[in-house]
């Protein structure tokens, strides 16, 4: 018998030639996928070298990834059973699941209740019958023999396909592009549920505690259906149709009106302050790379248009100093100086002059105090106060509630690849973040990468859990940046070398990055929340 020898978690085995991950490992029942030589791959994958192998559970982060790519598929072929005559399609995050719109052929009530309850019943069968996930790799007329596409978005999503054949996932009977590792069979589908949403439903995955309160999610919902109305009137839906505005040369106007219904939204965002003559602070809160700094600018003209003279404050520039030996976490508050932040906002308030800090980012201090900028606020001021924790309570927490307008600012990607098939926000801000940092901050795509986690902690900590406490949210994300960052990113992620532990994340980000055709950036206006990133 050819036998090699590969390394599985960490030990030494011999197995045959050709086999299968599923036969290696088949003694293991929770493993869902697996890491090969850094990259994430099901478990039909076939070994024929000595390789290292690592297993992957549903408990770790790239395992739920696995779960949730199964449940969608297994959501898919439900719905078609027994609901055909629904249309459904795709939404982003929300309430620990994905949203679902769903509409019926005369637009008239749904039971979502009973919808809910008829796929809930059918997804424990699946579960029990532990039917495989098949793996197909087609050319591109046999794939789309075998996908349903009742609205095209497939077809037009394939008239850009780089390549002459793509990987095609079934689950009794439904097919679709593959867009990520599924599981090896239903039976690991445990736990995944559907629960109604109006208007739509939540697919949920069996590892959220989240409960769905009604009145939980709204302003974010509220968010998202208005960017989804504006993606229909641009024209802009799904990645196909970005595409072909690409490849017709319509994609300027497409940016055009993209960028002037952000200009809109902010000078809305502006009147909604000036309306209320109690506000004397704005606070600006976002995850990474979610645009804050470009924000705030707009922002801050807009305001100047009603007649207030904006004073800015960087929550950066608050960071404590730091020892070089001790390594801090910049993802919570506790790196800030929150006391010396609070007495120069209230001072300020009290028409005192004030002197604010700045920090250097390279020395991992604060500057000397004779460079602290003497600021104060003019009688029509209003003070913006802009950073990760602008939303934490710790912060102006001796200011009356009324006196503060709180804005949060997100990426909220709302285009799609297809009815079933999402962008993920966080795929599309760590493209921003590593075209920034690898242009402007001297970092490489690699240590990029290696934070991203790390940063995803932070903001599951100290961020997201207070964007229900704001009074407005603003969508900074632009329906075709994936397609002007593809022009930046793209290079850098080859720069990861094939050795580094980052590599298959950056592989999966260049796969991603294939779905777009690329747009040069010379298209965005200067004051493009893009620009932040890109320039």
């Not at 850009?160 to 069979?185: A, K």
């Not at 939540?202 to 939980?216: I, K, S, Y």
């Not at 608050?318 to 790196?335: G, T």
């Not at 242009?439 to 690699?446: I, L």
Request: hydrophobic share 40%; proline share 6%.
């Amino acid at each position: 018998m050819d036998t090699i020898v590969i390394d599985l978690d960490g030990r030494k085995q011999s197995v045959r030639r050709g086999s299968s991950l599923k036969d290696i490992l088949k003694d293991r029942t929770d493993v869902i996928a697996a890491v090969l030589n850094h990259h994430l791959v099901s478990l039909d994958t076939t070994v024929f070298h000595g390789v290292s192998v690592s297993s992957v559970t549903r408990q770790e982060p790239r395992g739920r990834a696995v779960l949730r790519k199964g449940a969608e598929l297994a959501f898919q072929f439900l719905m078609g059973k027994i609901c055909p005559q629904l249309r459904v399609e795709i939404g982003q995050s929300l309430l620990g699941g994905y949203f679902y719109q769903v509409h019926s052929p005369d637009d008239g009530e749904l039971d979502l209740r009973n919808v809910a309850r008829l796929v809930n019943e059918e997804m424990q069968k699946l579960v029990e019958e532990d039917r495989p996930f098949q793996r197909e790799l087609l050319s591109l007329t046999e794939a789309m023999e075998l996908v349903d596409d009742p609205t095209a978005s497939r077809a037009k999503l394939l008239r850009s396909w780089p390549s002459p054949r793509i990987h095609v996932v079934g689950l009794g009977g439904c097919h679709d592009l593959q867009h990520g590792v599924v599981p090896p069979s239903s039976r690991h589908l445990t736990g995944v549920e559907v629960l109604p949403f109006p208007p739509g439903l939540v697919l949920r995955f069996g590892d959220c505690c989240e409960t769905l309160d009604p009145d939980h999610g709204r302003l974010l919902m509220d968010c998202y259906q208005e960017t989804r109305s504006w993606n229909e009137m641009i024209g802009v839906r799904t990645v196909g149709e970005l595409n072909s505005s690409v490849l017709e040369g319509r994609i300027e106007r497409v940016v055009r009106l993209n960028e002037a219904l952000h200009e809109k939204r902010i000078a809305r965002i502006a009147d909604q302050i000036c309306e209320n003559e109690s506000v004397r602070v704005v606070c600006i809160a976002g995850p990474s790379a979610s645009g804050k700094s470009t924000f705030l600018q707009r922002l801050a003209i807009q305001l100047g248009v009603n007649g207030k003279a904006p004073l800015t404050i960087s929550l950066d520039d608050y960071y404590r100093e730091r020892e070089q030996s001790v390594e801090v976490d910049l993802e919570s508050p506790e790196a800030l100086d929150i006391g010396l932040l609070n007495r120069h906002v209230e001072a300020l308030l009290r028409d005192e002059v004030v002197s604010i800090p700045r920090f250097d980012f390279t020395k991992q201090q604060p500057v000397p105090r004779e460079y602290w900028k003497l600021v104060s606020l003019k009688p029509n001021g209003i003070l913006l106060l802009e950073g990760l924790h602008a939303m934490n309570p710790a912060i102006l927490h001796n200011l009356p509630n009324e006196t503060v307008f709180r804005v949060f600012v997100s990426a909220l990607t709302q285009i799609i690849i297809d009815e079933f098939n999402r962008v993920p926000t966080s795929k599309v801000r760590l493209l921003r973040r590593i075209t920034r940092d690898r242009n402007f901050r001297g970092a490489t795509t690699a240590e990029v990468l290696e934070q991203w986690p790390k940063v995803q902690q932070g903001e599951k900590r100290y961020i997201f859990p207070f964007q229900d406490r704001v009074d407005c949210l603003f969508n900074s994300s632009l329906v075709f940046e994936a397609a002007i960052l593809k022009s930046f990113a793209w290079r850098y992620l080859l720069e990861v070398p094939r050795e580094h532990p980052t590599q298959g994340e950056a592989f999966r980000l260049l796969k991603f990055l294939e779905l777009f055709v690329p747009v040069l950036p010379e298209v965005l206006p200067d004051n493009s929340i893009l620009q932040e990133f890109v320039t």
